[in-house]
């Protein structure tokens, strides 16, 4: 048996997401995120300008770049071109030879291709664990949550949140970047894993969580490398360097205004684009910075010297 080529679906909304047995808080610095076989070969049965593994492809191309600006790992499976007999063993009896008769398919999809920093795990068998060094690599990084994205949704991706689980990593499955065989297969698999083996979370969770820590310069530069497109993300713009010859579109530095005002920090589009450089705009975002800090630090003065009232 083979993969049949695979139908558009509307993806889960957070609405329809299983009720968890587990509410871990998904903390980045204890995190990884995992981009689960988004290889050419598996891709490429949802054919051409398929709305769902486009849809998907884009959540999972956000949630690298919020990784890598928030400085978590960001580890890749894929299988070999070359699998002998031995190495199939019973895949053969699944899904037959596989992989294995489109070599020239084998390559990560472009939109979603690994940067030098990242790690890139031979796959083998469903689970991302099974005879790779996932787990010692977690181990080594201090990590134990491990953040899922990527195809297919009930059998690959399931297996290794289950694995991690029984490994005491924490899986997170985001629910709005895998994709899977059918609508039903997917929403299997989300279900399976809240009420077994771990947390179902959406790319939106994921980018809230990350919004609340506090801006530093080092964070701001992150944060605008991660809204740099895929082409461009290896480079790196020095603080005086204009960001729009980077790429910067003006949805990014919108999606930038957005999330510093979450925090507190109001900037106007028109003042960040007179001057697009890093320098720049630290400038305007440290000086309310600034005014915070000093503001909390007034009124603890305040408070402490305030005289206590006696009877």
């Known amino acids: 048996m083979t ?23 998904f903390e980045p610095g204890r995190a990884a995120l995992l981009v689960h ?3 050419h070969y598996f891709v490429d049965f949802y054919g051409p300008d398929n709305p769902l593994i486009n849809q998907v492809i884009d959540h999972i191309a956000t949630l690298i770049r919020q990784a890598r600006a928030l400085g978590m790992p960001v580890v890749y499976t894929a299988q070999p071109a070359e699998q002998s ?21 084998q390559p990560i999809v472009p939109a979603l291709a690994p940067e030098p920093q990242d790690t890139v795990l031979t796959k083998w068998r469903y689970s991302a664990f099974c005879r790779s060094p996932l787990a010692e690599l977690m181990a080594q990084w ?11 949704g009930h059998i690959g991706v399931m297996q290794t949140a289950v694995d991690a689980f029984m490994r005491d990593i924490r899986p997170f ?45 080092e964070l701001l530069r992150a ?3 991660a809204r740099l497109p ?28 957005e999330e510093w005002r979450q925090q507190g ?20 975002l440290s000086r309310q910075l600034n005014v915070s800090q000093d503001t909390a630090h007034q009124v603890n003065e305040d408070h402490v010297s305030e005289p206590e009232c006696t009877p």
């Open 85 to 105: 007999q031995a190495d199939r063993a019973l895949l053969n009896d699944m899904w037959g030879p596989g992989l294995t008769r489109a070599p020239e398919r």
């Open 37 to 39: 076989d988004m290889q």
């Open 223 to 225: 944060q605008v490398l």
């Open 173 to 217: 499955l985001v629910a709005d970047a895998i994709a899977d065989f059918s609508r039903e297969d997917h929403l299997l698999a989300l279900s399976y894993v809240s009420r077994n083996a771990g947390r179902v979370i959406t790319v939106a969770e994921v980018m809230a969580v990350a919004s609340k820590r506090p801006l530093t310069r």
């Open 265 to 284: 920090l109001v900037v106007e589009l028109a003042e960040l684009s007179r001057i697009p450089t890093l320098a720049h705009w630290w400038g305007i």
């Open 142 to 152: 201090g990590r134990d949550q491990l953040v899922i994205c990527g195809i297919y």
């Open 3 to 25: 993969i049949q080529s695979l139908a558009a679906y509307p993806l889960p909304t957070a609405e329809e997401l299983p009720t968890g047995r587990v509410n871990w808080p």
């Open 230 to 257: 895929a082409e461009m993300q290896h480079e790196q713009p020095t603080e005086d360097d204009n960001l729009l010859d980077y790429g910067l579109d003006s949805l990014a530095v919108m999606g930038l205004v």
